[in-house]
């Protein structure tokens, strides 16, 4: 489930942080991003590499061109991940080609801003010069990222390019799917900047500084909740009074720098005399944690997202585990394209098998929001409750697959504990 929560984080120029030193258990502290001009020549490197990827991705999937066309405010979901960072919007209307095979002295893409029709001629020109054979158009029935191609265009398309190109439309759903999933490596530094800062965020709301109890209410966006058995708020969160002995959960995430956090916290509200939470609810965290290995020990590049979860499933059989999973792709969304494992998004309704995106393999080189919930018996409140985690992971490579980025929860926040002096980093 996510949320976003837009924020600029521009103030000075990075400093240079050895993530060698970064340990989870060390509290997590708001991190500086660069300014928007350093953003954008970063993000256009970023870009630069993932677009020059673009050939041998078309060579992998046997096509030989693709090709969008838009108008502004109607842009192909596929359009955020290719413009450059300055760009606001696709101008006008915005055609943009790419082949396997390039023609000499021809930029790839090429990219027409059109309000006269000249694109047409120019793009039959380069179709009859480099002759695809199949031109992929973004016309799936079922994936946004694959479906961006509105109708208008659609017909347009076919009108002014005729029968011999309209014959060799074709729709391969992977394309769009793996060019906007793929991750550079140059992003995980950043990516795990905005990691630290929403637990920074996180550990800064789930504390006295913040909480109140018989004050502070839940009523919040991003959603906040006070756990019960019965409570599994939709996206809106509760309405509670924030008591004593509550536990809270929280679903959050930031967006910067053309990336998503997607990230689920529980924490817990001390009584008085009290110095930590119940051993119940430590034993909650412990089987979601337990969840979360199984999550990743099961996920392989290939492998279908209904596969992983399947198996996953099994194995918290084996291990006496019950409780749901629900995982997705995250990076330039914060449901990104891809592979889900489980249904996400508020939609648990579908548990043991997705179809359509559940039958996508996982990718290497993407990012998973691991998300989950373990049910678990609290004896100190003779209550079953759901322990909801989420953290999000990297691949790393092809022996140890996904791990986390910046770390995981394995501990509950305690609001009544943390001394006000670790909550003012910065
Ligand atoms: C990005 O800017 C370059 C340089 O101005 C231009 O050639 C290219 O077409 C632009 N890309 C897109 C997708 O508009
Ligand atoms: C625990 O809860 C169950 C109902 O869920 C109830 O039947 C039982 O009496 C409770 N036990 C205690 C010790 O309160």
Known sequence: MFFCLQIVLAFALLSVVSWAQFHPSEPAKYQRLPSLRDQARILDEWKDERVARIPQLLERYGVDAWLMSQREHAEDPIWWSIKNATDFAAHRRTVV???ANPLPQQTNPVVWVDNTGKVW???????????????????DHNIAFSGGLHVGEFEVLQAELGSKWKERFVNQPMIGIEYVATRVRSQLEYYRML????????AEAFSEAVIKPEITTTENHPRVSVVTPESFPGWQGTQDVIQEGDILHVDYG???????TDVQHMAYVLRAGET???QGLKDGIRKANRMQDIILSEMRAGRSGNAVLQGSLAQMKVEGLEGQIYCHPIGDYGHAPGAVM????????????VPVLGDLPLLPETYYSIELYAYSFVPERNETLRFRLEENAYWVDEERGWEFVYGRQEMLHL???TPPSLLLQN
């Open 254 to 260: 930031i967006t910067a720098m053309g990336m998503n």
């Open 195 to 202: 990691q630290e800062t929403t637990w920074a965020m996180i």
């Open 415 to 417: 609001v009544g504990k």
């Open 97 to 99: 080609l790419f082949l």
């Open 121 to 139: 001629g120019e793009l039959l020109d380069i179709l009859e010069a480099s002759d695809p054979q199949k031109i992929v158009l973004n016309v």
């Open 342 to 353: 489980g249904s996400p998004a508020g939609f648990t309704n579908l548990p043991v098998n």
């Open 276 to 278: 930590d939470a119940p």
